[in-house]
């Protein structure tokens, strides 16, 4: 069993900053961050293994940085130049191989 414990978000004004934080309970081979807007399907924001294959969404590259300290079991989200489309719940995700784990999720609300 993986424990995932989430902070920051919070609301900001477009072209503002936020950070996300997650603590997993164990060392995990991948790390994301996804996202899920009412109504919509959870996507992927951006994910980052161990040895350092990294994704991002199209939507979000450029603006957001994922990054990690192994040691400590963390996974950040650095999101710059938000934008109001950019509003939703996101959730921290631990991938160990053999099933997914799931932050209980904090809500991101940029306004205009």
């Known amino acids: 069993q993986v424990r995932l414990q989430e902070s920051g978000g919070g609301s900001v004004q477009a072209g503002g900053s936020l950070r996300l934080s997650c603590s997993a309970s164990?060392?995990?081979?991948?790390m994301a961050w996804y996202r899920q807007a009412p109504g919509k399907q959870r996507e992927l924001v951006a994910r980052?293994?161990?040895?350092?294959?990294?994704n991002y969404a199209d939507s979000v590259r450029g603006r957001f940085t994922i990054s990690r300290e192994v040691d400590k079991n963390t996974v950040d989200l650095q999101m710059n130049s938000l934008k109001p489309d950019d509003s939703c719940v996101y959730f921290c995700?631990?991938?160990?191989?053999?099933?997914?784990?799931w932050g209980q999720g904090t809500q991101v609300t940029v306004s205009q």
């Open positions: 995700n631990a991938d160990p191989g053999w099933k997914d784990y």
């Open positions: 164990s060392r995990i081979e991948y």
């Open positions: 980052l293994g161990i040895g350092g294959a990294l």
